[in-house]
């Protein structure tokens, strides 16, 4: 089975700062990652993807992901955070194939002014 | 972009009560989930659906759960009698290749 472990519940950064959440995984077998943001009251939007490939990944808004296999990881970053990153970010993980997402408990980013 | 549409965005209802939650996916997608969300908690898969058939569920999805595709666009889930820890935002989505669901916005079930 997997699992996801986001290190860190709350992220409080100032505007422009680089931001980083973490996210860790444990699978036996092969998976895809995935990082998901809720803005307030909103639905879950897909920011960016590693199903194979150059373990760096690009997504919407800036922000990219590092797959690390050997340290079962795949942190969010972002260079310069606006105060419009506000939110909740999710890394989930999936088995190559399956269909199930497992999701971490979630990170909520909190830009200050 | 294609969405994923949910409705309603909210929901009260009695415990003991019925409801269905519906939903509808992008036209061409080919899988479809049941997520829901718990105040304070984790996103929690329910239920994926394939091929007009439940092809996955979690033991969270018991009886009192049941998911159709009435009409080739709409694809519900049902909670025969809500209980009050059934309360939680409920996410549908979809996919065409298993590579990066779309969600939906979610309903906000609240069960008293």
């Known amino acids: 089975a997997q699992s996801v472990t986001q290190l860190d519940s709350q992220v409080p950064v100032f505007e422009e700062a680089p931001v980083e959440l973490r996210c860790n995984y444990s699978s036996s077998v092969s998976v895809y990652l995935f990082w998901y943001v809720q803005y307030p009251n909103q639905g879950l939007q897909l920011l960016l993807k590693?199903?194979?490939?150059?373990?760096l990944v690009k997504g919407i808004n800036g922000f990219e992901a590092e797959f690390n296999k050997s340290q079962t990881s795949f942190h969010l970053r972002k260079p310069s955070v606006h105060i419009s990153d506000t939110a909740e970010y999710f890394c989930a993980v999936s088995r190559q194939g399956a269909q199930k997402l497992v999701f971490g408990q979630g990170t909520r980013l909190t830009i200050n002014p | 972009e294609p969405e994923v549409t949910q409705t309603p965005s909210h929901q009260v209802t009695q415990m003991g009560q019925e409801v269905i939650l519906r939903c509808v996916p992008i036209s061409n997608h080919l899988y479809f989930y049941w997520y829901r969300q718990i105040l304070g908690q984790k996103v929690e898969f329910l239920v994926s659906f394939y091929n007009n058939e439940i092809s996955e569920k979690s033991e969270i999805f018991d009886d009192q759960f049941s998911v159709e595709r009435p009409d080739g666009s709409n694809f519900t889930l049902k909670i025969r009698s809500t209980k009050l820890e059934d309360s939680a935002m409920y996410f549908c989505?979809?996919?065409?290749?298993?590579?990066?669901?779309?969600f939906g916005s979610g309903t906000r079930l609240t069960v008293v």
């Open positions: 989505a979809s996919d065409r290749t298993l590579d990066g669901y779309t």
């Open positions: 590693y199903l194979s490939g150059s373990t």
